[in-house]
């Protein structure tokens, strides 16, 4: 009990406030990302959110706002609960709530996504920096006693916490669609913390937004392309720009003496090696531009990509006069390299709003489902703010509402869906998002892609599940996984159009249909081991559906078999192993029973339910370990006496030694009686 009061770091949103808009501008600015995400045409037709009980977990809401006035049965937030201050008002003073309160269901002169869906506000933060994790186990159990719809967590821990994640799946077996943000660690990979990593969630990461400073940029050098960021204040370009790359150390004016940088593009290093001292970006962008560069680029003094900002201590009247982007450092130090041979680059930058922004938590968080399930806007995003303002505001917490209001829609057009649902057809009818050279993003970036809540209100077919994996080896190269379909107007599923894309071109795709069910094969011919990703796309005449799909190609080949209610393991390999770890885990759950295998000695693990079950091997091989995956269907387990190990929730080695040294100590004790005696 007492990790549960543990406070933990939120996965907060970056709070951009960078400016306060007239009251049409913020119109302008709220309506641009309703639009990207389609929000129009249901509206339209009449869908408000109206009868939608929205619970929002966060810092609480500014109800004195006039867009979300008043609190209580007849107010904009209908109830709510205050967990920091023990009161039934949950005013926010943070505004990190109102935000994303106003996205969800602002009503006023600035509308949000669902503006007649009821809201709840249970405030768990109030400094927007720190929270209890029981306290949003709290917020979660009161939101099921309150019989919410759904709950909005714009909030989250930088690590596992499996007491969390057991609040969400209790709220989601109520029935409750559970919409968390992603959060705010990217671009590195495994970087999803929780509640955003649990399966029964809907995981949401951050897209740019329909807006003109939503830009990407692209460098090339000879035929490879680097992954490349333009600075805040870098303008669009008309058209590439090509340049010799120059070096140019830390871009201070000593540095670029006695160095010809006319029409090249300067390659910078990142900071200063005097210390104490700062070299802002504006000065190198200033020395550069002075010197006649016409562009530069930035790397990075440490491991991976960073941000820039195109200002400094005097940049009052500061205009940038040449295009600034940053670059990761190991990417700089092999530019700096290919400058000695005079190579040629081009730049370019431009406007693109379906891009992923590089803040966003990537996945993967398992090798058996995809994370985060979708992307929304979440850049430069106007909404509510404390004091009856509005602000323009950015992050994962941001992207999370548009979700939440799109369910809500949703909702209110067919009352009878169950989560499971809800995610197939918010997660199936995205649009692609891709990256600034026009490839599909990873499905541990992008998840199925960006909101498309017109798509989604038009949809007719519920696919299950939403995203697929498989597991194919060396051995067993093909893999059969199983979409069941199901219409909601309860119309004959039509003809349907499928095909498969994938990041690998070596795979073979077959599908067979028939009630009602799709068959999808996937076979791999060339044995390259490693971790792919693709979609399959189903065409129904009417709407075009995207289910992400993960493929695991390993040497080693995990068996499983079971008998009554043990399941004993295998493993196929083509080198010399040693030992195996075997982790099994019930889907979608967080129980894990682990177990040690040999080439010479197999064990099992007791199972006491029937279901989906999850498989791992870490296949130690000399001094490296492999991995196999398996997922084991389970239609019927014996009834079987109680097992120790599961009532105790300790491993029966450990229950041996513990009940071992419980009678030596009451031996000890009786020996000593008589002894008195």
Known sequence: MVEKFLVFSLVFVLCITCFIASSNEEQNTLSSSLKLVGAQLPKQNGLDGQGIKIGIIDTGVDFDHQDLHGYGKSGRIAGGYDYVNTDKRPIDVNGHGTEVAGIIGANGSFSGMAPRSQLFSYKVSSSGEAVSSEYIIQAISRAIEDKMNIVNISLGVNRTNDELENAVDEAVRKGIVIVTAAGNNGPDDMTIGSPGRDFNVITVGASYNNITSSLVSTLEVGNKQYNVIPMLGTDVLKSP??????????????????????????????????????????????????????GLIVYNNQSGTFFGELRGPNSTNYQPRIPVISISGNDGLELKSMSKNNSL??????????????????????????????????????????????????????????????????????????????????????????????????????????????????????????????????????????????????????????????????????????????????????????????????????????????????????????????????????????YAKISLMKAGSHDTKTVGITPQDSKTISINSAGEYWIEADIKVENQTDHAYKTLSIDHVTEKYPDIEEILRIPIKQTIIIFSIIVIVVIACIVSLVKRR
């Open 241 to 294: 720009i090509i340049g010799k790359i120059v070096y140019g150390g830390y871009g201070r004016v000593k540095d670029l003496q006695g160095i010809d940088v006319k029409d090249s593009i300067l390659l910078e290093q990142r900071g200063s090696d005097t210390k104490g001292e700062k070299v802002f970006f504006s000065e190198k962008e200033k020395n550069a531009a002075d010197r006649g560069a016409i």
């Open 345 to 578: 680059a081009s730049l370019n930058i431009f406007y693109h709003p379906d891009f992923v922004a590089p803040f966003s938590s990537r996945g993967p968080v398992s090798p058996f489902y995809v994370k985060p399930d979708l992307v929304a806007p979440g850049v430069y995003v106007n909404t509510t703010a404390l004091g009856g303002k509005y602000n323009l505001t950015s992050g994962t917490s941001i992207a999370t509402p548009h979700v939440t209001g799109a369910i809500a829609l949703l909702l209110q057009e067919h009352p009878n869906l169950d989560p499971s649902s809800v995610i197939s057809l918010i997660d199936t009818t995205t649009d692609p998002v891709t990256d600034a050279y026009g490839k599909t993003f990873s499905i541990n970036i992008a998840g199925s892609g960006r909101l498309n809540v017109t798509r989604a209100s038009s949809a007719d077919l519920v696919i299950s599940p939403h995203s697929l994996v498989f597991n194919l080896s060396y051995q067993d190269p093909n893999d059969t996984e199983v979409l069941d379909l199901h219409s909601l107007d309860n119309a004959t599923i039509p003809n349907l159009k499928v095909q498969f894309e994938s990041s690998n071109p070596n795979f073979d795709f077959n599908h067979t249909s028939s009630n009602n069910t799709l068959s999808a094969q996937i076979t791999d011919n060339a044995k390259n081991q490693g971790d792919y990703d693709g979609f399959i796309t189903i065409d129904d005449s009417k709407t075009v559906y995207r289910i992400p799909v993960l493929i695991h190609v390993t040497k080693g080949t995990l068996e499983a078999s079971q008998n009554n209610n043990q399941i004993s393991f295998s493993i196929n390999y083509p080198d010399k192993w040693s």
